[in-house]
């Protein structure tokens, strides 16, 4: 056998293009089969929870036919992950959570199982679960981002800055903008004190940019640090400049190491008029500041905003601060069904799995 390298002829034209198209249709038709094979198992799981709901409420069964149930389903389909004790469980508070079958056909069935599990374990509220599953949906959110914005309250942070985008932008833009903003700002991932200073954590917040992004929100894109601003020769220097994909237009973030003093948004005034000048072009909308503080008087904060025709928001940040306690919950927790659906035989179930009704 000859050890020669076989020589391959040049593909025909067009070959390569060709190529990329097909590959294009291929993770295309796995990722609908994916999305397929997901939407039947969250809608089995639902039934399944459904069912044993009906049969405990209505018949009377007691909490020890889910562990029967849970051996009988295993040695029927042995190859088959998923019907431990406590997922079973999952499933009835699945089911329990979301007793609408159209909801949970048109909506949840776009979510992973590892999703739902997230939206359970740490919402105690329809309302709120409703709210992030149509966000995790919108934003294509992994069951690890999901769980991260539960935790850190987005929903409590969104469209909540001080702003004068009302005033300032036509309609539509100006709900979009007014939800793109939040406040506070999380930036417990810098690991910064209190004590830290601005350019402290301007330079941490670059380091760390994908984490800035995400708690930023979607539509975010950053253009960069300390962007030069050249004024009839003296130079000036923006913080931070991000461009927003959805809003079209430039998006400019000061910050202070304290309070907020109403004389902080001339020098945003300033900037903004330079950036609308030498920066955007004649097809973005007007470009946004926003005023990152370490603290603000709410009332102080309208009053300043209100003779102000650019717009601009005023929001707090967080360096550090503990996750709330009441987002844990009684359920078992979601790593501990992930172990169990990645191949765990469930024989280490707890007495909980008992004493549960």
Request: aromatic fraction near 10%; charged fraction near 25%.
């Amino acid at each position: 056998m000859s050890d020669q390298p076989v020589s391959l002829t040049p593909p025909p034209q067009g070959y390569a293009e060709w190529l990329a198209e097909l590959k294009s249709r291929i993770h295309s038709a796995q990722q609908r089969a994916t999305l397929a094979v997901n939407r039947e198992l969250v809608l089995l799981y639902w039934q399944i929870g459904r069912d044993i709901l009906a049969r405990q409420v209505d018949q009377g069964w007691g909490a020890k036919v889910i562990d029967r149930l849970a051996r009988d389903l295993r040695a029927a389909f042995p190859d088959m992950k998923g019907f431990s004790p406590r997922n079973l469980k999952y499933m009835r508070a699945f089911a329990d959570a979301w007793p609408d079958a159209e909801f949970v056909q048109a909506v949840l069935a776009q979510l992973p199982w590892y999703h739902q599990l997230a939206l359970l374990d740490k919402l105690p509220s329809a309302e709120a679960r409703r709210w992030y599953a149509a966000k995790a949906i919108e934003h294509n959110w992994s069951r690890n981002v999901l769980a991260m914005q539960i935790e850190t309250r987005l929903q409590e942070r969104s469209g909540q800055a001080v702003t004068n985008f009302p005033a300032t932008l036509p309609a539509p833009q100006s709900d979009l903008a007014r939800e793109s903003i939040k406040d506070p700002y999380r930036f417990d991932f810098l690991g910064l004190s209190d004590e830290a200073q601005e350019r402290e954590i301007e330079h941490a917040l670059v380091r760390h940019v994908t984490e800035f992004l995400l708690e930023l929100g979607a539509g975010f894109a950053f253009v960069g640090r300390q962007v030069l601003l050249d004024v009839g020769g003296d130079e000036f220097f923006i913080d931070l400049l991000f461009y927003h994909l959805k809003l079209r237009c430039y998006v400019m973030i000061e910050l202070k190491g304290g309070k907020f003093k109403p004389e902080h948004l001339g020098q945003l005034s300033f900037y903004l008029t330079a950036v609308d000048r030498q920066v955007k072009s004649e097809h973005d909308n007007p470009t946004i500041g926003l005023l990152l503080c370490k603290s603000k008087n709410k009332v102080v904060a309208e009053y300043a905003l209100g003779d102000k025709s650019q717009p601009m928001g005023v929001a707090e940040y967080k360096l550090l601060e503990a996750l709330p306690p009441e987002l844990q919950t009684s359920l078992p927790s979601i790593e501990q069904i992930e172990r169990e659906l990645g191949g765990a035989d469930g024989s280490d179930d707890s007495a909980e799995d008992d004493e549960e009704s």
